[in-house]
């Protein structure tokens, strides 16, 4: 613990006078020595350079945060720095999603990352057909999370708007509070009828519900902080800095290294090549999933070096985890 105590504050491969100097252990520089060596052989650190120090290895970082390490509280301050954050009056999710982000990469001073909602938990708000022109028109689709969704559509020539706003009567009727998957066909059939009586947009209605309310269900991710990284000892290197910055141009990776999280509870910690990508094997991620109605649908995680203090970032991701869990479901009673 000593070591990775060290390492973590200077960034710096730490000897053995160091840790006799630093640290109370009662025992001599020539025995911590000896037990550095011994930890060497084990694979539990290692020495970057000749005749440099030991750093700890992946296997030495994830032995502490498994077995040695003992987890951070956050001080009031910090605590209150979180608080305030979600004070200002929130319209929807997209701005909660996002003062998260900004809020976790300002306090680690790491890179945030944030899973947004999944649309296939998200239940139908509002819907609103709105004629563009002759034989176009845009479906707009609110959900309950807040995030919105717009389609554009072909409709017959001679459909107007007031067609048009009697099926968005009829879906918001039928349909609102409801997720993709509780559209049953029973419930097209009650839409059937309530249509039935207007020849001219029935086929249109349907023709709607199989394809214009059919959601994009791909996560957003939104990233905070992301040079904060770069500015950390390790990726002083231009190469690093470029591998880096490629990994987090592609969004299919970051999603990847959030959805690890979501099957589980409580906090994940991947340590280098356990993320199985080439450009962060020098970084962790510590993730976290949080809940609405007690149900993961998002993750929220932190991107550092491996160097990181493990232990008081697990306890910010908690906390912010917990802060935008409850938010989300206070926004979600107004909407119900």
């Known amino acids: 613990?000593?070591?990775?105590?060290?390492?973590?504050?200077?960034?710096?491969?730490?000897?053995?006078?160091?840790?006799?100097?630093?640290?109370?252990?009662?025992?001599?520089?020539?025995?911590?020595?000896?037990?550095?060596?011994?930890?060497?052989?084990?694979?539990?650190?290692?020495?970057?350079?000749?005749?440099?120090?030991?750093?700890?290895?992946?296997?030495?970082?994830?032995?502490?945060?498994?077995?040695?390490m003992k987890k951070k509280d956050l001080t009031s301050q910090e605590e209150e720095t979180i608080r305030r954050g979600y004070e200002k009056k929130i319209k929807d999710i997209g701005q909660v999603v996002n003062r998260t982000s900004s809020i976790l990469s300002q306090m680690t001073n790491f890179a945030s990352m944030i899973m947004t909602p999944r649309a296939d938990t998200s239940a139908f708000k509002h819907i609103k057909l709105v004629l563009?022109?002759?034989g176009q028109a845009m479906i707009?689709?609110?959900?309950s999370t807040g995030a919105l969704q717009h389609n554009m559509i072909q409709?017959?020539?001679?459909?107007?708007?007031?067609?048009?706003?009697?099926?968005?009567?009829?879906?918001?009727?039928?349909?609102?509070?409801?997720?993709?998957?509780?559209?049953k066909l029973t419930l097209i059939r009650e839409i059937y009828f309530?249509?039935?009586?207007?020849?001219?947009?029935?086929?249109?209605?349907?023709?709607?519900?199989?394809?214009?309310?059919?959601?994009?269900?791909?996560?957003k991710i939104y990233m905070g902080g992301v040079f904060n990284i770069l500015n950390q000892p390790e990726f002083h290197n231009i190469e690093k800095v470029k591998s880096l910055l490629g990994l987090l141009e592609h969004e299919d990776l970051l999603r990847n290294l959030l959805?690890?999280?979501?099957?589980?509870?409580?906090?994940?910690?991947?340590?280098?090549?356990?993320?199985?990508?080439?450009?962060?094997?020098e970084c962790s991620v510590v993730v976290a999933t949080y809940h609405v109605d007690g149900k993961p649908v998002g993750a929220m995680g932190v991107l550092g070096p491996t160097r990181m203090d493990y232990a008081?970032?697990?306890?910010?991701?908690?906390?912010?985890?917990r802060n935008l869990s409850d938010t989300l479901e206070k926004m979600f009673k107004g909407w119900r």
Not at 155 to 174: C, H, M, R
């Open 1 to 68: 613990m000593a070591i990775i105590a060290d390492y973590i504050s200077t960034a710096e491969p730490v000897g053995s006078r160091t840790i006799a100097r630093k640290f109370d252990l009662g025992v001599s520089p020539a025995t911590i020595r000896n037990e550095m060596s011994d930890l060497e052989d084990l694979g539990y650190i290692e020495q970057p350079h000749t005749s440099a120090g030991r750093i700890p290895s992946q296997k030495g970082y994830r032995y502490y945060v498994d077995f040695l």
């Open 312 to 321: 008081w970032v697990i306890s910010v991701v908690e906390h912010m985890t």
């Open 194 to 219: 309530e249509l039935s009586r207007h020849k001219n947009i029935l086929d249109l209605a349907m023709h709607l519900i199989q394809q214009g309310l059919t959601l994009n269900r791909e996560d």
């Open 155 to 183: 409709v017959p020539g001679e459909v107007t708007q007031v067609d048009l706003d009697t099926i968005s009567e009829v879906f918001n009727a039928k349909l609102q509070g409801l997720t993709i998957d509780k559209i």
């Open 259 to 281: 959805e690890r999280s979501t099957s589980g509870e409580g906090v994940t910690v991947c340590i280098g090549s356990e993320m199985n990508a080439e450009e962060v094997k």
């Open 140 to 143: 707009i689709v609110v959900l």
């Open 132 to 134: 563009m022109s002759q």
